[in-house]
């Protein structure tokens, strides 16, 4: 697929695999240590893990288990805001920067966790930065000092980086082609749980026990989730490790995935799809608090319950994208979103629930699509790929939720889902024309094939 295929850059020589053994067989072989952090092989044939099989089910099991830790841990806070403020006698401005520092500090560990995870490998990456984020999460309430409590949720989010992109680079290296966007299906169906867990069952924890037990309960969970990935992932059998940190492979890298035919479109996709998302979901509220709805702020949390919608539907959509394809796939997604978008605009306040549900289950549709198109397209330096994607997802969200506000202070609700259509407008641009350049390498594919013939 000429229209696809990647400048890559030179990769260091010195390439070592953390394990003697080569494998030739085309079925993933046992592994004697669980926790082991890669069983690369030599020979240049990949071993790719097959839908169905036993290893498929426990990469699944293990990277839904690190989806949903992260987010989890990322996005527990945020129903906590108010009893922060109380608890620390800050303003809710003030306050908001216990998530706004995670995520902040999240997309900029996430351009460098891909670079990193090439030197130290993917599982190891992975596990360390869920446990110590997790540890972390554990001592957070046991502080008295809000700019400590601060510092320890920005290093959370500087923790956390080192799992999406490291995830997504895993699957890409190690799932069959076929079942690659089975796999990131689920695997974004567990960031889904977990944003709904660290937003809502947070929420009636606190109702119980207080936020100090609850916030470290969300941290304790996290370790459980740790461990069960620590065995159930199976250790990389593709991946092949450069020792050290060579800063121009790095740059070569990132810069090979920026002039890629495809993948610039891809991200752009992740920041478009994320901003409108973040916008709607960020201003939502204050809608409903005003007349004529008056929903109280547990009613308003509640509404994350449609995270379950993202979660079905992510899962759907991985597995239709093997089948249909992803082009097709991800244009449905974006209008799905965008019809969402619209009925939020309705007065009724089924209407605009509605519209929450159906907005939600096209984005996860379009991210997951994305997420896992990123793998197929970049043919090397995946982890460096999946770092962009997360890069371009998160400052979509930071920096285009924060202006979807001055749309809500000046027009109403009306002006903020024009500026949430604007930006599905973009996605569905650039989704368009990386269907356009999938169909095209295909025929070029299918008439190679007729030639050879």
């Known amino acids: ?20 053994t080569s494998q030739k067989s085309t079925s993933p072989q046992r592994v004697d240590d669980p926790l082991a952090s890669t069983n690369a092989q030599t020979t240049t044939e990949p071993v790719w893990i097959k839908p169905g099989s036993a290893a498929f089910r426990r990469i699944s099991i293990a990277l839904f288990l690190a989806g949903y830790a992260t987010f989890s841990l990322i996005y527990c806070v945020q129903p906590l805001l108010p009893e922060l403020a109380r608890h620390f006698a800050v303003g809710p401005a003030e306050s908001s920067l216990a998530l706004s520092l995670t995520t902040g500090f999240l997309a900029f560990a996430i351009l ?32 008295s000092d809000w700019h ?53 069952v947070i929420g009636f924890l606190t109702d119980l026990f207080g936020w100090h037990i609850a916030l470290g309960a969300m941290g304790a969970l996290g370790l459980v989730a740790a461990l069960g990935f620590a065995v159930l992932l199976p250790a990389s059998r593709n991946f092949v490790r450069h020792p050290g940190f060579q800063i121009r492979y790095h740059l070569r890298a990132w810069a090979g995935h920026l002039t890629h035919a495809g993948l610039p479109f891809v991200f752009l996709i992740g920041a478009f799809a994320m901003g409108c998302f973040v916008t709607i979901f960020n201003y939502v509220g204050f809608r409903l608090s005003d007349a004529p709805y008056g929903l109280s702020q547990s009613q308003i949390g509640l509404i994350f319950v449609v995270y379950l919608c993202g979660s079905v539907t992510s899962s759907i959509a991985g597995a239709l994208s093997d089948k249909l394809g992803r082009g097709p796939v991800l244009v449905v997604g974006v209008l799905l979103a965008g019809v969402g978008v619209a009925m939020t605009m309705l007065e009724s306040l089924l209407g605009v629930i509605g519209g929450i549900v159906v907005l939600t289950s096209g984005f996860f549709v379009a991210h997951s699509i994305a997420s896992g198109w990123v793998g197929r397209l970049a043919e090397t330096s995946k982890g460096h790929a999946s770092s962009l994607y997360l890069l371009a997802y998160y400052l979509g969200s930071s920096i285009m939720g924060s202006v979807g506000g001055w749309f809500w202070a000046h027009g109403g609700w009306n002006a903020v889902t024009g500026f949430a259509g604007m930006l599905l407008v973009c996605a569905l641009l650039c989704g368009l024309y990386l269907w356009r350049l999938a169909t095209q390498a295909a025929q070029r594919a299918e008439g190679n094939l007729v030639e050879a013939a």
């Open 112 to 143: 460098l966790a891909g670079a990193v995870s090439e030197a130290t490998g993917r599982k190891k990456l992975m596990l360390v930065s869920m446990c110590v984020a997790s540890v972390l999460n554990l001592i957070a309430p046991l502080l």
């Open 148 to 200: 400590a409590f601060l510092v320890v949720r920005a290093l959370e989010g500087l923790m956390l980086g080192g799992v999406p992109a490291v995830a997504m680079a895993y699957l890409a290296e190690e799932i069959d082609p076929k079942a690659l966007g089975m796999a990131m299906g689920i695997y974004i169906s567990g960031t889904a749980i977990g944003g709904l867990s660290g937003r809502v």
């Open 1 to 20: 697929m000429p229209a696809y295929r990647e400048k890559s850059p030179a990769a260091p020589s010195d390439r070592d695999a953390d394990a003697a």
